[in-house]
């Protein structure tokens, strides 16, 4: 530590998972907690809107110091150390000078979160507390009206950027998988699943929990392209959950 | 529809996720209908204290009706299809009769739970919606600081009561894994990370956000028994995850 940091207590970090879209998804505790916060941090695309700001927008406060953390759309090593190098440096100072920090995380912090870049430079340093929030993964089976998993059901979350193969293999065991990451990783993922016969037992998912949200059979999806916050989620044996210990 | 059913408008059917455990982790949407339910049920196992319940039980008003679902501890089916048509044809009675339902699910509605028996049974007879809460698995990544998935991880999340050989199948091939249901399959499961050489890279949750939390190493949680409410959670990479595109 530094001088400054021994100088008073250090604020805390906290990371808030904060749903998958639906304000409403939020937890009391991490709304008690972005409230409690002096700085709200958030990653941006490039300095774009941050949707992790606009879930929290209506309990935001003037009084309340805004961070933009600005992720590189890339995934060269370089640019992206150094970006959450420059944002943990960032976020360093403002804990050093006693300031609490919310991170706001999409989802849940920990499941494929970014915020876990921050966390691994901060962690030793300051007090951390990451509170988990409603990912996306049950969002689309709440949405759908259909169990992610159930019973003895083995369920695998296979991110679309994996190579064919991998994606097989890991398909070829599981009742239920979930396939996240989509975007233009999409029409390679549709082919595969249709070569594998589970087109039948696939859904789509785009933007769950939102307004704008869409379900769709794998079928009917189209086969063109698929925004970010997308998911297609499987289980192979359809309707039977609904009847238990068949 | 029986004529009953068709006199007045159907009450709803909410199946609300309560989270794991930490009252705090119930979310804003999961309040708000639980305070406008006439109606609040959720299971007790046998009859006992309902773990749901007392996720939310300071929000509990004493004008509203609670029913305990006894679901019985059996993995025969016949017992387990009679307990479930029994709460189904309570719960139409009420909706029918024009009063919202609120069933109380811990975690997760459709993450391995027992709320897709009622939903099966009712969502074609009644207007059904799922809220999406925080699940086991994202808190107990949460509590434990450790990144459920990572990057292009594939997550494999295992029930406990599967066969040695299917666990050790998928086990094989994931960066990352959950054991859920653990119970009485403990010791079985610890002998067979510990030949798979996983015991180093596992961890043992217990109670995951409540004050009784336990956290420890795999190698450290004993060898004896595990409550129903605890978890295995296995990364292969340890901590590379502290630095991103590695």
């Known amino acids: 530590m530094t001088p400054a940091e021994t100088a008073r207590p250090a604020g805390r970090l906290w990371g808030l998972g904060v749903g998958p879209g639906d304000p409403e998804l939020l937890t009391l505790k991490a709304l008690r907690l972005l409230r409690a916060a002096a700085v709200v941090a958030y990653p941006t695309l490039e300095g774009g809107a941050s949707f992790a700001r606009s879930i929290v927008a209506a309990h935001l406060a003037p009084g309340q110091r805004e961070l933009a953390i600005r992720v590189p759309m890339t995934t060269a090593r ?6 959450y190098d420059a944002a943990a440096a960032e976020l360093a100072e403002h ?4 300031r609490d920090v919310a991170v706001l995380c999409e989802g849940d912090p920990f499941f494929y979160g970014s915020f876990m870049y921050l966390y691994g430079r901060l962690a030793g340093r300051f ?3 990451v509170v988990p929030g ?4 049950t969002a ?3 949405a759908l009206g259909q169990p992610l998993a159930a019973r003895n059901d083995t369920l695998a979350v ?11 293999a890991r398909l070829a065991g599981a009742e239920a998988a979930a396939i996240v990451k989509l975007g233009r990783h999409y029409p390679r993922i549709r082919a595969l699943l249709e070569a594998e016969g589970l087109t039948p037992h696939a859904r789509y998912v785009e933007r769950a929990t939102l307004p704008e949200q869409r379900l769709v059979p ?4 189209g086969a063109v392209a698929a925004p970010y916050f997308s998911m297609i989620l499987i289980h192979r ?3 039977a959950w609904r009847w238990p210990h068949d």
């Open 78 to 83: 370089e640019p992206a150390q150094r970006a």
């Open 95 to 98: 804990l050093a000078a006693g």
């Open 127 to 129: 007090p951390v507390e």
């Open 134 to 137: 409603v990912s996306s993964l």
């Open 140 to 142: 689309c089976a709440a």
């Open 158 to 168: 296979l991110p679309a950027p994996l190579p064919d193969a991998v994606l097989r």
């Open 218 to 221: 794998l079928a009917e999806a």
């Open 237 to 239: 044996r359809g309707e």
